[in-house]
């Protein structure tokens, strides 16, 4: 085996403390959060719940080795707190000196949990968790009842989704009433299931919604209060549509049945919603909301209702740019929003040119002016406090975590920087890897089409020991999506700067398509996923390669690696002269025909958006589909030309494939099934063209599980790094995974320099 001795190594990034979204007191003076740490020499997974002291800057350990989830504060100063326990089959409440009681069990595993203060010692509990199709209660697969047979009959779309193949089971939110008796015991009543009655209705929305799907609020004078939730459309079919609706579920107390359940109306926006938040008197709601069905990537929308008597109007209006006097802030499109402490100003997060910030929304007069609060890195978790600051989670791509506290100005303002009065990080800003900001720069090179925009922006990450006088080969990394983005954040799958510690320059462009540049720019790729975004790359490529464009910059000796979208790139580029350009390609999850990907995967609004309609033709304007429920409903997406579905398909220039090429993809990626990367494979082979194909049988779209992700990497530096002529990555002496030759294997080859030769698709 070949050692390194590096840093930042793949099992530095997978053995490193994964730290949860901060929970801080109302006060800001406390925060409670998990971290999970993987053991590669045990082979185990530990989880910790810390409390950090803001002024001291100190963090004390309150548990380990338990399954902790959902920490909600029961008071402001920060004494007592309640969380989940047990994988989510127990409400527990802790305190800060380390002791803890179980409050109540659940029939199964629940999660999502959300408190909320009803009054001295009485609190309203809501979490999520399917329903058990037979009693009604919390579903436990482990009670599921088993069949002699496996068959599973379906009579209709959305067969499996994901990872998991559909059942009778549906998410539901939960609720009920924490109480404090006077012995001071701890107690949980009895659950009630808020949209019981309520067919079709489902919440949170698969696959990734979580307490981003729902909120709630209590009243200051009594015992009720009011869920907000957003579900799927219940009479739209969730395999063709992405329509979501906002629901207002009633009570008139927290350990009674649901007083009522109204619709909040949108006129004009039939896509997707999220994000529904109440402002802290419980008076107004805000949520985020799409116009376009079956476009998953719209632009969002900023709601507001004014929640009051029966009398009070239950619809919506937007908050838009034209409103907000056409600030190109606000032209962004929010991926999250919450109202702050003074139940006027709204806050939200929006990707902008490749960060994810934090803005400040605020109504004046009849105008609305917004500005960001903060400029670097990418937010992602807000919490208002009732000081008046904002605590904010986010990451970097040196930082895998930090928490800050910012003072947000009354006024626009450009200097983003005085408003952070504290900050800790994980891992030192970066030190602790010995990665640093200086590693980090961007490029602009010519867009492919100028009337959208005149330059496309990509993040370069060099390597931290790099030197204005040495070359490094070149690694492009292609995000998927497509409406995606790479920016300045971390991540355990595709990290660039584990590709830039193996000696290389990394390159990592956002091309037509992406976001976080404008939704113009975003909505550009439809009917195009081979066409701009392509020749955006090319011209990144192009310009890297002449010299003193990039100092370091070793073009003649480039890679590039993308997955799902990204790994469709990697097929498409194969076939197009641009293959040639580098010494080995990395296809992860990619697809290779478009009818055998797309036909086969479960939410089909996406290709019929993306690629212009269904890949048959139709010469009626509109046609008509057969609905579940035997009747027939319009198709939203009637195609008058297969051009696109056509145009764009990697098969059609299999005669081109002559580049070396790994193939990854995993038997439970349902998104996009197997069979394309299989596919790859075979042609590859069948055409003589050196290649390997990596596939893990209990992974999905994603390769989470620890283990697998060493082997992922492992696989993914060996590949590459011989083919532009870097040692051999390996880590550890015992083998990782099963190795299978087919054929005659050339040693020589296999040893020494090769020749030349993702949101929905997302998997950066």
Known sequence: MVHRAMSFTPQTLLSAPRRSAGVPNALGTKVLYTTSTYSFESHSQSTELRLLDVLTGQAELLAEDEEVSGLNWLDEIGSEFAFLGEGGKELVVGDVRGGKVVAGKFEGPVGDLKVRKIAAGKWAV????????????????????????????????????????????????????????????????????????????????????????????????GNGGRIVFVSKDPVANPALNTKCNTYVVELEAWDEEVKGLFEISVPGYEGAATSPAFSPDGKSLVFLKMKTNGYEADRNDIFVLNLGDESTTREATPISAKTAGNDENLARSPSSVVFASDNETLLFTAEDLATSKLFSLKRNGLAWIVWPLTKNGSISDVVPLSTGQIFVSGSSLIDPSFYSLIVPQTTPTTNTDALTTWTSSLSNHGKKFNLSPSQIASIWTPASNPKITKLIHSLVIYPSTFHPSKTYPVAYLIHGGPQSAWNDSWSTRWNPAIFAEQGYIVVAPNPTGSTGYGQAFTDAIRNNWGGDPYQDI????EWVGKEGNLKGADNERAVALGASYGGYMINWIQGHPLGRAFRSLVCHDGITSFPGGMLSTEEFYFPFHDLGGTPWYHPETTTTTPSTNNKTVSNPHPSTSISAWQKYDPSHHFTHWSTPQLV?????????????????????????????????????????????????????????????????????????????????????????????????????
């Not at 090319?538 to 490529?541: A, T």
């Not at 990626?669 to 893990?696: C, K, M, W």
């Open 538 to 541: 090319v011209n990144v490529v």
């Open 664 to 764: 990854i993809h995993s038997s439970k990626d349902y998104r996009l099934p197997i069979s394309e990367g299989l596919a790859a494979f075979n042609v590859l082979q069948a055409r003589g063209v050196h290649s390997q194909f990596l596939t893990f049988p209990d992974e999905n779209h994603w390769v989470l599980k620890v283990e697998n992700s060493l082997l992922w990497h492992r696989v993914v530096l060996n590949w590459i790094n011989r083919s532009v002529g870097l040692e051999a990555f390996s880590e550890g002496e015992e083998e990782l995974g099963e190795e299978f030759f087919g054929g005659v294997v050339d040693d020589e080859e296999e040893d020494g320099e090769e020749g030349k030769g993702e949101n929905r698709l997302n998997d950066g």
């Open 126 to 221: 809501v979490v999520s968790g399917e329903v058990d199709s037979k009693t009604e209660g919390v579903f436990d697969p482990e009670r599921k009842k088993k069949t002699r047979s496996s068959g599973k009959l379906y009579k209709g779309l959305f067969v499996r989704h994901w990872d998991r193949w559909e059942s009778a089971e549906r998410k539901t939110l939960w609720y009920g009433v924490l109480t404090k008796e006077r012995s001071g015991k701890f107690k949980l009543s009895a659950l009630r299931n808020a949209l019981k009655g309520w067919k079709g209705l489902e919440t949170p929305v698969r696959p990734f919604g979580g307490t981003d799907s729902f909120d709630l609020s209590t009243d200051v004078d």
